[in-house]
């Protein structure tokens, strides 16, 4: 589809803490929730501006916990523009429950918060056999599981990975690899190692640009060779907005500027088919 262009990595707060209570993960709410909150309404707008046609709405979880109310009646509001990306506390007796209601309440994609702003270490729970009822779910229902790490988690993503064949992984700013040492990208070397498996995908962000960018390097080789080693038809992108401070114009020039080496068949993959292969409700 000509012109198209999907954002699977924004994020949106309400002013309305009566009907949206804050309940940030780890206790302390993100710099960007307080500092700059964009409504679902606003982010339209910025879609607008942006040349964005839809979003897969990522819920903030350093700002309301696990209670994906917002994104729920985002999604019902605008169901022509975003879809929906919920979280759930995965050592719960009950996760497997929670997952099938906010997927029965419209959202589409389970995210895995394991490291973040306001909480920087790798946890460790990501592989703890508590979880394994919840993969067993995600797998049943169909539905890809965003998950967001370090490089430091990488040996519980392989348990996993060993364990639930059939599960969707989307790694949240291709797990966060140091590249800016320029290539062979040494650190990298466990994300290109993940390829062998066909069930994860990359989500590239403007944090993954820009670190490129603030050491000094070329976008070229570094993402060359991730499309190399994965294919475009596995990675998609995201803006991290409001998360990284730029207006989403801004941000999608930079992406659009990092990506133009590629081919067209490559960047259609990364800015819109593999979210449409992702989230079946993004390609109408």
Not at 103 to 123: E, I, K, Y
Request: a negative charge; aromatic letters at 8%.
């Amino acid at each position: 589809m000509a012109g198209t262009m999907i954002d699977i990595h924004p994020h949106v707060i309400s002013p309305d803490e009566a009907r949206y209570p804050r309940s940030p993960l780890g206790g302390i709410l993100s710099d960007w929730a307080r500092d700059r909150p964009i409504t679902p309404d606003q982010m339209i707008k910025a879609m607008d501006e942006a040349g964005v046609t839809r979003s897969a709405l990522v819920h903030a979880s350093t700002c309301y916990g696990y209670d994906n109310s917002l994104v729920v009646d985002a999604v019902r509001a605008h169901p022509d523009r975003f879809a929906g990306v919920f979280s759930v506390d995965m050592l719960r007796d009950d996760a497997p429950a929670q997952i099938r209601k906010w997927v029965d309440l419209g959202l589409s994609c389970l995210r895995l918060f394991t490291t973040g702003s306001t909480m920087p270490n790798q946890a460790g729970w990501l592989d703890d056999p508590r979880t394994f009822p919840a993969w067993e779910c995600v797998q049943e229902l169909n539905i890809p599981v965003c998950v967001q790490m370090h490089m430091a988690g990488m040996s519980q993503l392989h348990t996993l990975l060993a364990r639930f064949p059939r599960a969707v992984i989307i790694l949240d700013h291709l797990a966060s690899p140091d590249a800016r040492g320029g290539a062979p990208y040494a650190a990298a070397q466990p994300l290109f190692d993940l390829a062998a498996n066909p069930n994860v995908f990359l989500k590239v962000t403007i944090r993954n640009v820009r670190m490129i960018a603030e050491g000094g390097g070329d976008f070229q080789p570094y993402f060359r060779k991730i499309v190399d080693v994965f294919g475009a038809s596995r990675i998609a992108w995201g803006s991290n907005f409001p998360t990284s401070d730029a207006s989403l114009s801004r941000i999608v020039a930079e992406s659009k500027e990092a990506m133009a080496f590629l081919s067209e068949e490559e960047r259609a993959w990364i800015f819109h088919r593999t979210a449409e292969t992702l989230y079946p409700s993004l390609a109408r």
